[in-house]
Each structure stands twice: as structure tokens, then as C-alpha cells.
């Protein structure tokens, strides 16, 4: 008896009753992999991504429905920072499982909101319908254990070389900082420009750190140790300013 139970919690486990996510087929793709092609209907016609922003970057945001306060809350924060992003070199795309009509429907309703505090603003990025859930699945954005048709609240920021660079996961009752998003943008491309590394808490402004050599104290002086302007704690770390 006890064996027969065993053999039915294995077989459940290898048919997804214990796992719906692998049901779903459906996968996160991993830092410093290509972002996922698609082809797709939104609000400003057809999307070949991440064709139409060869060499800038990208940033795609998921969310699980339209006319939901949150989830309208950061349209609305993306739409009064979209020539923040444009001077980034940066493009925005919004993506849900949610039809084009509904879309265009709740574009409509946001661009006359006075948010926040400020006069109403047009929202130039696209709303992408993914009806059939094909281009979720390619990004790992429809989480069984939370719907199995609505997208989770999640962030991807793409290099100009088609790479994923950072991800993001945020609960459905919480709305995402685009502040913070930004921050990390600004982080990715100033590594990326100085190949340098940004401490804790960094914002554009702020020293950077230099890439530490795999040595201990003992052995002999790194090359970054005599960095010009540099200022050294332990061997591990070494900070400066940018030019």
C-alpha cells in the first residue's frame, strides 16, 4: 500500500499536477540570453520585436489586465517619463493577455487623467495584445499558481544586442517603481559604456567601482589598485569617479 502511494505522487509530479507551470510550457528566460521574437498586434499597428529597436535599448512591461488600478497607475507614471526614456536611447512596450480592442479602449480613458497632478498626457509606446497567450509563454509571464491567463506584473530590460539584461517580478497588488526601473537602466548602460560596476544604493552621479582581479591581499598589487583617482578600501574593493 504504502509503495502504490508512492508511485502516485510520482507520476503526478511528471504530469504537472504538482507543477502546472511546466503544463503551461512556459519559461523565464535567463540574464544575458537573446530576448524572445514575436510579431504582434498594438495600439500603434503591428510589433516585430525586437526588430523595430535595432540597437537601442528595451524595456517590456507585463501587466494581468486593462482598467485595473494599478496596473493604470504605471501607464500613466511610463507615459509623463516617456522623454526620459527617449533620451536614454530606451523604447517601452507594454504587453497583456488582453485583446487590441480593450486596449485601444483603455488608452483612450488614460490619456485624459489628470496623473499625477499633471494635465493629461498622449501615450506614444504600444500596448501589444497577446490574445493567445504565445508571446507570455515565451517569457515566462503566465504563472499557473497565479492565473493561468493573465500575465504576471513582471519587467525585462533588453540591450541594443537583443540580450535580457535584468528581470523583474512584482505581486499583482503592487506597483512597480519606475523610478527605480529607471535607475537600473541608467546602471546597465553606464557599466556598459565604462565597463565598471555600480556599489549599493548608486545613482548616476555617483562613484563607480572598478572590477576587482581574483587575488587576496597577500598576492601581488592588481592593476586596478593604481587606478587614478581611486580611492581603495580592502583589496576587494576600489571606487572612482567617472569621467
Known amino acids: 500500500m504504502k509503495k502504490l502511494a508512492f508511485l502516485l505522487i ?28 514575436f510579431t504582434a498586434q498594438s495600439t500603434t499597428g503591428t510589433i516585430h520585436f525586437p526588430d523595430d529597436y535595432s540597437m537601442k535599448w528595451k524595456i ?12 493604470s497607475s504605471e501607464l500613466l507614471q511610463l507615459a509623463s517619463m516617456q522623454e526620459e526614456f527617449d533620451k536614454l536611447n530606451t523604447k517601452i512596450v507594454v504587453i497583456s493577455t488582453d485583446g487590441l480592442s480593450s486596449h485601444i479602449a483603455w488608452k483612450k480613458s ?45 519587467v525585462f530590460i533588453v ?25 537600473t ?14 556599489p549599493a544604493n548608486w545613482h ?16 601581488p598589487t592588481p592593476v586596478w589598485k593604481n587606478v587614478p583617482g581611486a580611492t581603495n578600501f580592502p583589496w576587494y574593493m576600489c571606487f572612482k569617479k567617472l569621467p
Open 10 to 37: 510520482i507520476n503526478m509530479t511528471f504530469t504537472g499536477y504538482l507543477r502546472p507551470q511546466e503544463k503551461d510550457n512556459t519559461r523565464i528566460p535567463l540574464l544575458g540570453e537573446m530576448a524572445p521574437e
Open 60 to 71: 517590456l512591461f507585463s501587466h494581468p489586465a486593462d482598467f485595473t488600478p494599478v496596473c
Open 110 to 154: 488614460l490619456e485624459t487623467i489628470n496623473y499625477p497632478g499633471k494635465e493629461p498626457v498622449k501615450i506614444s509606446f504600444p500596448l501589444v495584445s497577446d490574445p493567445d497567450y504565445k508571446i507570455s509563454k515565451k517569457f515566462g509571464m503566465i504563472h499557473s499558481y497565479t492565473s493561468n491567463t493573465k500575465d504576471v506584473r513582471g
Open 159 to 183: 540591450d541594443p544586442n537583443d540580450r535580457i539584461c535584468a528581470v523583474f517580478f512584482y505581486p499583482q497588488n503592487i506597483g512597480r517603481n519606475m523610478e527605480e526601473i529607471k535607475r
Open 185 to 198: 537602466l541608467v546602471a546597465l548602460q553606464t557599466s556598459d559604456k565604462y565597463d565598471v560596476l555600480t
Open 204 to 219: 548616476p552621479g555617483d562613484d563607480v567601482m572598478v572590477k576587482s582581479s581574483p587575488v587576496h591581499e597577500e598576492a
